[in-house]
């Protein structure tokens, strides 16, 4: 077993990077998959929502700090990838941190969250560019792209994501995250979208997640009857 390896990153707080996390990461466990996420953000909030949960329904993947080690976590993710089918690495929102590259170099993916707001999109451009830059010197098999969040409707959200759109160089997942509040909830109860039955909110995580599965390549096996 060797995990596909997905960097979660951007410039900006607050873009969606711990929500899609945590969202695709209980996605994939709930349906079979070994999951690991390893929080890299000293505010540790990927940490604290896993420990929400009840201690009859954990959350659906092992979740862990290594804020702490900086970039020097990827020397402890030999034995993390050999168990594990994907492992999912929620950065702290700084590009100028070592860890957002660190990650990229030795990931299948970087997915980079965005809201369709003007200052969302004008940070995101650094970390679209660090991806190229991952991609071009050291890790020509590295796929990028954006996932937006926090969608909603509106003449400010169409103008910002064509804006988005004639000036991305990496494409962006036609799923999207919307303003729901089944996600924010999630984080009260340790657990994701679906932990909560079915719901709009559940059904854009299982395509989200089945399309960023089929960009690393990652085999996600079909709900079993009765499964929540």
């Not at 070994?34 to 420990?51: C, N, P, R």
């Not at 809201?115 to 999109?121: A, L, Q, T």
């Not at 169409?158 to 799923?175: A, F, V």
């Not at 999630?186 to 679906?194: I, P, V």
């Amino acid at each position: 077993m060797t995990a596909k390896i997905i960097t979660v990153f951007n410039q900006k707080g607050g873009c969606g990077k711990t929500m899609s996390t945590m969202q695709l990461s209980g996605f994939y466990g709930s349906r079979g998959l070994k999951v690991f996420v390893i929080d890299m953000d000293l505010q540790g909030t990927s940490s604290l929502w896993s420990l929400q949960a009840e201690s009859e329904a954990p959350f659906p993947a092992t979740v862990l700090s290594m804020a702490a080690l900086s970039d020097g976590f990827v020397n402890k993710l030999a034995p993390i990838v050999e168990k594990h089918d994907v492992v999912l690495i929620d950065c702290p929102p700084a590009i100028e941190s070592r860890v957002p590259w660190a990650s990229l170099l030795i990931s299948d993916l970087g997915l980079i969250p965005v809201v369709p707001v003007m200052d969302n999109i004008w940070a995101s451009k650094k970390a679209e560019e660090l991806i190229l830059e991952a991609k071009a010197k050291h890790r020509p098999d590295l796929k990028g792209a954006y996932v937006l969040n926090m969608v909603r409707r509106g003449n400010i959200f169409d103008t910002c994501l064509e804006q988005l759109s004639n000036k991305k160089l990496i494409p962006i997942l036609n799923t999207h995250m919307g303003m729901r509040n089944v996600f924010p909830e999630s984080q009260l109860f340790g657990t994701f979208a679906e932990g909560f039955g079915t719901s709009a909110g559940a059904k854009e995580i299982e395509k989200l997640g089945l399309e960023v599965a089929a960009l690393v390549g990652l085999f996600v096996p079909k709900k079993t009857k009765g499964a929540k």
